[in-house]
């Protein structure tokens, strides 16, 4: 089992930078692969960035691609996602996501995932 609660959110103004965490409880943070999702109002949840169990790898959406960057520190149980150049159509609530099974390649999608925080806002102003 895993408990994730993100933190970080706010309001910024278009071209600034925000970084969301994501601290986790549970025995196998540190072997899970860990994914950033993103869900605007009216909008599908939609995959941003992800990054394996090592921190080895890591996986972008094209849309943040140059901009957001993930990381992870498995002795603080935590997962980052720095978030620069932000642009009004970045607003969404964000999710943290884990993704139990370590031996398969990086995933996309949200049913890929096993365990997910309450979400944090971030609204960017124009």
């Known amino acids: 089992q895993v408990q994730l609660v993100e933190s970080g959110g706010g309001l910024v103004q278009a071209g600034g930078s925000l970084r969301l965490s994501c601290a986790a409880s549970g025995r196998t943070f540190s072997t899970s692969h860990m994914g950033w999702f993103r869900q605007a109002p009216g909008k599908e949840r939609e995959f941003v960035a992800a990054?394996?169990?090592?921190?080895?790898?890591?996986y972008y959406a094209d849309s943040v691609k140059g901009r957001f960057t993930i990381s992870r520190d498995n002795a603080k149980n935590t997962v980052y996602l720095q978030m620069n150049s932000l642009k009004p159509e970045d607003t969404a609530v964000y999710y943290c996501?884990?993704?139990?099974?370590?031996?398969?390649?990086?995933?996309?999608?949200?049913?890929?995932?096993?365990?997910w925080g309450q979400g944090t806002q971030v609204t960017v102003s124009s």
């Open positions: 996501a884990a993704d139990r099974d370590r031996f398969v390649r990086l995933s996309y999608r949200p049913g890929d995932y096993d365990y």
């Open positions: 990054i394996s169990w090592t921190g080895g790898n890591t």
